[in-house]
C-alpha cells in the first residue's frame, strides 16, 4: 500500500491512505496507517500497519468497477437463512470485505423494500439503516473507482451510461 491509494476499512468507509507513522497508541510504539474517509475528511483512522487483513481492502480498480456494474443483474441477491437473524447475515455479509456481498444484501433489502411496500409497510428500521450504510460504501466505491463523483453512481448505473466513461 502506498500513499493516495484507496482502501475500503472495514467499516465500510472508502479511505485515502494519508501517510504511515511510527506511534505509540496502545502502550506499544508500531508503524500504522492514517487513513481519511473520503466522505468525513475531518476524521482519521489508525490501523497498524501488521493487522490489515480483514481491516483493509483496496478500492476496486476501475475495469473492477465496470465489470461488476455490467453484472449486477445476475448477482443473486443475498439469501437469508434464518429471518431470526436477518440483521445478523446482514452484518456478517457486510463485513466480510467481499464487494459482491454489497450488491447481494442491497438487492435482498431492494426485493424485501418491495414486497412489504405491496403489503402497505415500511421496512424495519434495522433493515433500512442497512440499506444506507450499503448504498453509502457501494456509491462511494464505485464514485472513487470510476473517477466520478458519489451522486452520479445511481444515476449512471440506472440508465447504463457508464459505457461512455
Not at 502506498?2 to 494519508?18: A, F, I, Q, R
Not at 497508541?25 to 481519511?36: D, H, N
Not at 473492477?64 to 443483474?73: M, N, P, T, V
Request: proline share 3%; net charge negative.
Amino acid at each position: 500500500m502506498n500513499k493516495g491509494d484507496y482502501m475500503v476499512h472495514w467499516s465500510g468507509k472508502v479511505c485515502v491512505l494519508e501517510d504511515m507513522a511510527e506511534m505509540n497508541l496502545t502502550g506499544t510504539k508500531r508503524e500504522y496507517y492514517i487513513l481519511t474517509p473520503v466522505r468525513d475528511q475531518a476524521e482519521k483512522i489508525y490501523v497498524p500497519i501488521e493487522k490489515t487483513e480483514g481491516v483493509l481492502r483496496p478500492v476496486l480498480s476501475r475495469k473492477e468497477a465496470l465489470d461488476l456494474a455490467g453484472r449486477i443483474k445476475d448477482i443473486e441477491p443475498l439469501m437469508i437463512k434464518d429471518e431470526r437473524q436477518r440483521a445478523q447475515e446482514y452484518k456478517d455479509a457486510y463485513y466480510s470485505q467481499d464487494y459482491m456481498n454489497l450488491v447481494r444484501i442491497a438487492k435482498e433489502l431492494y426485493q424485501r423494500k418491495e414486497r412489504r411496500g405491496r403489503e402497505g409497510k415500511k421496512l424495519p428500521s434495522k433493515d433500512a439503516q442497512m440499506m444506507t450504510l450499503v448504498e453509502k460504501t457501494f456509491e462511494e466505491e464505485m464514485a472513487v473507482a470510476l473517477g466520478v463523483e458519489t451522486g452520479e453512481v445511481k444515476e449512471l448505473l440506472e440508465t447504463g451510461s457508464l459505457n461512455q466513461l
